[in-house]
């Protein structure tokens, strides 16, 4: 298994050498609650503001998969099933 240092080396790299991430402007890794790496890319500054593309997909995803694994509903449910997002928020 890797270290976090190694794995962020190795991301690091192939940010830089592959082109599928040639739309990759910065990469920051939190281990806990303590940012462990930052590197920016592609002439951007590390404190920059970049595009986040589908990054907003992602947590949403992430909320929804927690709520499934906490029995909150079910991924078969529709949307009238779920009710209103403020009474699922609440919960």
Do not use: C, Q
Not at 39 to 51: K, L, Q, T
Not at 67 to 85: I, P, Y
């Amino acid at each position: 298994m890797l270290t976090v240092d190694e794995a962020v080396a190795v991301a690091d790299a192939r940010i830089r050498k592959e082109s599928w991430f040639s739309h990759t402007e910065h990469l920051v890794v939190m281990h806990g609650n303590r940012r462990v790496a930052e590197h920016a890319y592609r002439r951007r500054a590390v404190d920059e503001p970049g595009d986040i593309f589908s990054v907003t997909k992602s947590v949403p995803s992430t909320l929804v998969g927690s709520a499934v694994l906490d029995g909150r509903f079910r991924l078969e449910a529709t949307v009238g099933e779920l009710g209103s997002v403020r009474g699922f928020l609440r919960h």
